[in-house]
């Protein structure tokens, strides 16, 4: 009965032909369409849902320029049945959708006042027939559709499908559900019914390879996550159709049960499956130019050559050059121009570069992993923070693990030569070596050995702007004198990124970061100490940290001058030539929180945010952890969506006092750097709320 009355509304919205062209004049123009009244249903769905489209902004702003939607009294109409027919696919079978026209000139300006009324809930969902399917008990809780929600059309049918999926998934490539509900529209009440019909339990029989030409059935086979054999799964199907596509091997990749009527003795069917595959080019070359604020001029490259001698190996050449206009041998005089944040950075004065080659093949020890040798040399600085330089290699293994082995891990042994630069001051506060002549040492060229575990678990719906799911990643990194290097430490870092959907397209993410390092002993230029390099240190602010802080200004800093001016204002010491330096922490705290929602402004192309941000940091003073004092941080953004991800403009405030710190003295002559005996900073930031406010624009979502 119910299926009943929604085909008649459907054939009523179709059948309105009443109205003939006379009743439509052809020369009026849909203006602004308002919907007055929803709350479970958000505008932009409404709007999606109905025939009759506003006209531009910009058009009924000055009647003449912009997009213009013909004003259509018919289908207006239709509209109204339109949305109650959406209303009652979410479970408001008792919605009632007014309409009211205000014309202003040749404009139509039409509203829809909505009374949703109270939804259905179901109070009953019933999965029968998975007695004999691994964990079937289980499917009923993962499901979209719950007992005590409202009853919604699309998310019954969506359940439906997770429920094959999921059977599927468990060895019956076969399974069928038949999907039943009943609603009484009495008592508001929905019963939900999902009854299966698992079939034949099934494993990986042959498979057959097609479509390849010059990339031989073994190296296709060599690819694939599955193996004759194996307990039939639907996930390692697909996943064997996405490794074919990350290899890059091929332009087109099919992966799927060859015929169901491949049954042989035995309890189990044994299920054929076939590979269809189209080769893609074998050899590639990518270039890339670009801006940042930290970067400049940015160039990058990349040659490609795929399968290569065969056996589905790889070998990447990539070349990337940043601080392109600011540092030699490329400065085109725009450190005071298009790159000013620049301006202060030291380690910005000659260009970054990265040069290396990989070398990657399917790895025969673990089914699905990728082996990779590579050698690379580069030039990388942090800003304000540290520069180095590096030459040397590194050993990979990538693989997964989990069901389906759909958690990727990768094992990394790196070995390098590195020299690191950073300000004076990190050394003479961190390992009390303020002498010049000492403090170079610690600038000279040293092995690191370094050996590193990353796992990431990512179950997001899009990977540049998601919406919904979650995001696990750990990582651990040993160096230690059995790895061949001559500094010692243990770094760890763990972080959990969740993205939640809210009504009307809103979007609530949230993120929690931590990190720690363990100081082993290390061997500096003839010094026993605990060093660990500031590049494996931990730093906060920035536009993807603590945004209400600048690049890497959150945290310890150490401030240092050379001579006091008493020029500029007789009776008041003026510090000459002060600058401070980021030293970096042990251990490491941050969360962040953030709404994001859309706007109508460019078609809903712009959205805006409200975030806070918080974070502590933590030094090793040798025996404990010293705190460094928890910051918290709000503020609001806009972000404008582009092919390359979301454009973001942001503005946190900062109520804090300025970072204290040591302030040192530079004697140049006696090559030494004097400890002061009182602290610098602690200073209100702005005596206004402008001045207080700290701004970032960047590409990307945040976290």
Same mark, same amino acid.
């Given at each position: 009965?119910?299926?009943?009355?929604?085909?008649?509304?459907?054939?009523?919205?179709?059948s309105a032909s009443a109205l003939t062209a006379q009743d439509r004049p052809a020369d009026l123009i849909a203006g602004s369409v308002t919907f007055k009244g929803n709350r479970a249903l958000d505008d932009v769905t409404l709007a999606a849902s109905i025939s009759t489209s506003q006209s531009s902004w910009f058009y009924r702003f000055t009647h003449k320029i912009g997009d213009r939607q013909p004003w259509d009294?018919?289908?207006?109409?239709? $509209?109204?049945?339109?949305?109650?027919?959406?209303?009652?696919?979410?479970?408001?079978?008792?919605?009632?959708? %007014?309409?009211?026209?205000?014309?202003?000139?040749?404009?139509?300006?039409?509203?829809?006042?909505?009374?949703?009324?109270?939804?259905?809930?179901?109070? &009953?969902?019933?999965?029968?027939?998975?007695?004999?399917?691994?964990?079937?008990?289980?499917?009923? /809780?993962?499901?979209?559709?719950?007992?005590?929600?409202?009853? $919604?059309?699309?998310?019954?049918? =969506?359940?439906?499908?997770?429920?094959?999926?999921?059977?599927?998934?468990?060895?019956?490539?076969?399974?069928?559900?038949?999907? /039943?509900?009943?609603?009484?529209?009495?008592?508001?009440?929905?019963?939900?019914?999902?009854?299966?019909?698992?079939?034949?339990?099934?494993?990986?029989?042959?498979?057959?390879?097609?479509?390849?030409?010059?990339?031989?059935?073994?190296?296709?086979?060599?690819?694939?996550?599955?193996?004759?054999? %194996?307990?039939?799964?639907?996930?390692?199907?697909?996943?064997?159709?996405?490794?074919?596509?990350?290899?890059?091997?091929?332009?087109? =990749?099919?992966?799927?049960?060859?015929?169901?009527?491949?049954?042989?003795?035995?309890?189990?069917?044994?299920?054929?499956?076939?590979?269809?595959?189209?080769?893609?080019?074998?050899?590639?070359?990518?270039?890339?130019?670009?801006?940042?604020?930290? $970067?400049?001029?940015?160039?990058?490259?990349?040659?490609?050559?795929?399968?290569?001698?065969?056996?589905?190996?790889?070998? %990447?050449?990539?070349?990337?050059?940043?601080?392109?206009?600011?540092?030699?041998?490329?400065?085109? #005089?725009?450190?005071?121009?298009?790159?000013?944040?620049?301006?202060?950075?030291?380690?910005?004065?000659?260009?970054?570069?990265?040069?290396?080659? &990989?070398?990657?093949?399917?790895?025969?020890?673990?089914? +699905?992993?990728?082996?990779?040798?590579?050698?690379?040399?580069?030039?990388?600085?942090?800003?304000?923070?540290?520069?180095?330089?590096?030459?040397?290699?590194?050993?990979?293994?990538?693989?997964?693990?989990?069901?389906?082995? #759909?958690?990727?891990?990768?094992?990394?042994?790196?070995?390098?030569?590195?020299?690191?630069?950073?300000?004076?001051?990190?050394?003479?506060?961190?390992?009390?070596q303020c002498d010049l002549n000492t403090i170079s040492s610690f600038s000279a060229k040293r092995r690191q050995g370094a050996l590193s575990l990353s796992v990431v678990n990512q179950h997001v719906d899009s990977p540049i702007e998601p919406t919904r799911g979650e995001t696990y990643t750990l990582q651990l990194t040993t160096a230690s004198p059995w790895l061949g290097s001559q500094v010692v430490f243990d770094?760890?870092?763990?972080?959990?990124?969740?993205?939640?959907?809210?009504?009307?397209?809103?979007?609530?993410?949230?993120?929690?970061?931590?990190?720690?390092?363990?100081?082993?002993?290390?061997?500096?230029?003839?010094?026993?100490?605990?060093?660990?390099?500031?590049?494996?240190?931990?730093?906060?602010?920035?536009? /993807?940290?603590?945004?209400?802080?600048?690049?890497?200004?959150?945290?310890?800093?150490?401030?240092?001058? %050379?001579?006091?001016?008493?020029?500029?204002?007789?009776?008041?010491?003026?510090?000459?030539?002060?600058?401070?330096?980021?030293?970096?922490?042990?251990?490491?705290?941050?969360?962040?929180?953030?709404?994001?929602?859309?706007?109508?402004?460019? +078609?809903?192309?712009?959205?805006?945010?409200?975030?806070? $941000?918080?974070?502590?940091?933590? /030094?090793?003073?040798?025996?404990?952890?010293?705190?460094?004092?928890?910051?918290?941080?709000?503020?609001?953004?806009?972000?404008?969506? &582009?092919?390359?991800?979301?454009?973001?403009?942001?503005? =946190?405030?900062?109520?804090?006092?300025?970072?204290?710190?040591?302030?040192?003295?530079?004697?140049?002559?006696? +090559?030494?750097?004097?400890?002061?005996?009182?602290?610098?900073?602690?200073?209100?930031?702005?005596?206004?709320?402008?001045?207080?406010?700290?701004?970032?624009?960047?590409?990307?979502?945040?976290?």
């Amino acid at each position: 009965m119910i299926r009943l009355v929604e085909a008649v509304l459907v054939v009523t919205a179709l059948s309105a032909s009443a109205l003939t062209a006379q009743d439509r004049p052809a020369d009026l123009i849909a203006g602004s369409v308002t919907f007055k009244g929803n709350r479970a249903l958000d505008d932009v769905t409404l709007a999606a849902s109905i025939s009759t489209s506003q006209s531009s902004w910009f058009y009924r702003f000055t009647h003449k320029i912009g997009d213009r939607q013909p004003w259509d009294e018919t289908e207006f109409r239709r $509209d109204v049945v339109r949305l109650q027919l959406l209303y009652r696919q979410h479970g408001f079978y008792e919605a009632r959708i %007014d309409t009211s026209v205000d014309r202003r000139d040749r404009l139509v300006d039409p509203t829809f006042r909505i009374q949703e009324g109270p939804p259905v809930v179901v109070d &009953t969902v019933v999965v029968t027939g998975v007695d004999s399917v691994r964990g079937g008990s289980s499917l009923v /809780n993962g499901l979209l559709l719950q007992q005590n929600a409202r009853f $919604d059309r699309f998310l019954f049918e =969506a359940s439906g499908d997770s429920i094959a999926f999921a059977v599927r998934d468990r060895g019956y490539p076969f399974a069928i559900v038949f999907r /039943n509900f009943t609603v009484n529209r009495l008592t508001r009440h929905a019963t939900v019914q999902f009854d299966v019909l698992p079939g034949p339990h099934a494993a990986i029989g042959a498979i057959a390879v097609a479509g390849n030409d010059k990339i031989s059935e073994r190296t296709v086979r060599r690819t694939l996550t599955v193996r004759e054999g %194996d307990e039939f799964r639907r996930m390692a199907l697909l996943r064997s159709q996405r490794s074919l596509y990350e290899s890059e091997l091929f332009r087109y =990749a099919s992966v799927g049960v060859a015929t169901p009527d491949s049954i042989v003795g035995g309890q189990d069917s044994l299920v054929r499956v076939r590979i269809q595959v189209a080769e893609a080019t074998p050899t590639r070359m990518r270039v890339g130019l670009g801006y940042g604020t930290i $970067d400049c001029l940015r160039a990058s490259g990349t040659l490609t050559a795929l399968n290569f001698v065969g056996e589905a190996r790889r070998l %990447d050449v990539v070349s990337r050059v940043s601080k392109i206009g600011v540092g030699a041998p490329l400065d085109f #005089g725009l450190r005071r121009s298009l790159c000013r944040e620049l301006d202060k950075d030291v380690y910005s004065d000659s260009v970054n570069y990265l040069g290396s080659v &990989t070398l990657s093949q399917p790895a025969s020890i673990v089914r +699905g992993a990728v082996v990779s040798v590579q050698g690379f040399a580069e030039r990388r600085s942090e800003f304000g923070v540290y520069l180095i330089t590096s030459i040397g290699g590194a050993i990979s293994l990538k693989f997964g693990v989990g069901r389906n082995r #759909g958690i990727p891990v990768s094992l990394t042994y790196r070995l390098s030569r590195d020299q690191t630069t950073a300000d004076t001051l990190t050394y003479c506060v961190y390992f009390d070596q303020c002498d010049l002549n000492t403090i170079s040492s610690f600038s000279a060229k040293r092995r690191q050995g370094a050996l590193s575990l990353s796992v990431v678990n990512q179950h997001v719906d899009s990977p540049i702007e998601p919406t919904r799911g979650e995001t696990y990643t750990l990582q651990l990194t040993t160096a230690s004198p059995w790895l061949g290097s001559q500094v010692v430490f243990d770094r760890l870092v763990a972080e959990a990124v969740a993205y939640r959907p809210l009504p009307r397209r809103r979007v609530v993410s949230a993120r929690l970061r931590g990190g720690i390092i363990r100081e082993g002993l290390s061997r500096i230029g003839g010094i026993e100490l605990r060093y660990v390099p500031p590049a494996e240190r931990f730093y906060a602010g920035g536009p /993807n940290s603590v945004r209400g802080y600048g690049r890497n200004e959150m945290g310890p800093l150490v401030y240092v001058f %050379d001579s006091v001016d008493t020029s500029k204002r007789p009776g008041a010491d003026t510090l000459a030539g002060l600058r401070s330096s980021p030293l970096g922490s042990s251990a490491m705290i941050l969360a962040n929180i953030e709404l994001r929602t859309p706007t109508p402004l460019l +078609g809903g192309r712009v959205g805006m945010s409200v975030f806070v $941000d918080g974070a502590e940091l933590w /030094n090793y003073n040798g025996s404990t952890y010293v705190p460094g004092g928890f910051r918290l941080t709000p503020g609001i953004g806009f972000q404008v969506a &582009t092919p390359l991800g979301p454009m973001r403009l942001t503005s =946190a405030y900062n109520g804090y006092r300025t970072q204290k710190g040591p302030l040192y003295r530079l004697n140049v002559n006696g +090559g030494s750097l004097t400890l002061l005996p009182d602290e610098y900073g602690g200073n209100p930031r702005s005596g206004s709320f402008l001045g207080r406010l700290q701004w970032h624009f960047s590409v990307g979502l945040a976290f």
